[in-house]
T-cell receptor
Framework: KQEVTQIPAALSVPEGENLVLNCSFT??????LQWFRQDPGKGLTSLLL?????REQTSGRLNASLDKSSGRSTLYIAASQPGDSATYLC??????????FGTGTRLKVLA | ETGVTQSPTHLIKTRGQQVTLRCSSQ?????VSWYQQALGQGPQFIFQYYREEENGRGNFPPRFSGLQFPNYSSELNVNALELDDSALYLCASSSPLDWGSTDTQYFGPGTRLTVL
């Protein structure tokens, strides 16, 4: 059974810091891994999608890496801003047409 | 192209009541998935509908049921509501053409259900 874990559960950093969010999964047989952002009480916004054959994806200040063999992904946020404050969720798909999510990392960037 | 929409935005019910949540899929998508997200948790897969048929189900009791209509919109019905059913309910639409290539689902804004 696939399980997804995110560490840390919460993170508070001063504005301008570079930070790394971690995601681990127990079954390496995934199709892809996706990082989402969720603002309080809102739906999910897709940030980056990494196919199982890829090692990383970049979008602006965000960079996500994937190491399937070790069951790990990291989301790197450069030069953090208060507007980055949100919960970040990672999810994997394994060809069963559903996402399996982690519990998220709550990020607060202090001005 | 319109995105995924859900209604209502918020809903308050009491224990034992029944509720129906609605979802309109993104244009061109014939697959809808439903997720339950309890406070402080990640979303949990409830079930998926493809061409009006259930196409996979998570670990939820039978009082959670669904429908998909010919226009691919969908309903989630929950009977005999319990306090633990209080959550954000998310629907996501996708196209089978994407599975195996991008496996991408597009999420709606969610319906916040409170059970008192």
């Amino acid at each position: 059974k696939q399980e997804v874990t995110q560490i840390p559960a919460a993170l508070s950093v001063p504005e301008g810091e570079n930070l790394v969010l971690n995601c681990s999964f127990t079954d390496s047989a995934i199709y892809n891994l996706q990082w989402f952002r969720q603002d309080p009480g809102k739906g999910l916004t897709s940030l980056l999608l990494i196919q199982s054959s890829q090692r990383e994806q970049t979008s602006g200040r965000l960079n996500a890496s994937l190491d399937k063999s070790s069951g790990r992904s990291t989301l790197y946020i450069a030069a953090s801003q208060p507007g980055d404050s949100a919960t970040y969720l990672c999810a994997v798909t394994s060809g069963t047409y559903k996402y399996i999510f982690g519990t998220g990392t709550r990020l607060k960037v202090l001005a | 192209e319109t995105g995924v929409t859900q209604s209502p935005t918020h809903l308050i019910k009491t224990r034992g009541q029944q509720v129906t949540l609605r979802c309109s899929s993104q244009s061109g998508h014939n697959t809808v998935s439903w997720y339950q997200q309890a406070l402080g948790q990640g979303p949990q897969f409830i079930f998926q509908y493809y061409r009006e048929e259930e196409n996979g189900r998570g670990n939820f009791p039978p009082r959670f049921s669904g429908l998909q209509f010919p226009n691919y919109s969908s309903e989630l019905n929950v009977n005999a509501l319990e306090l633990d059913d209080s959550a954000l309910y998310l629907c996501a639409s996708s196209s089978p053409l994407d599975w195996g290539s991008t496996d991408t689902q597009y999420f709606g804004p969610g319906t916040r259900l409170t059970v008192l």
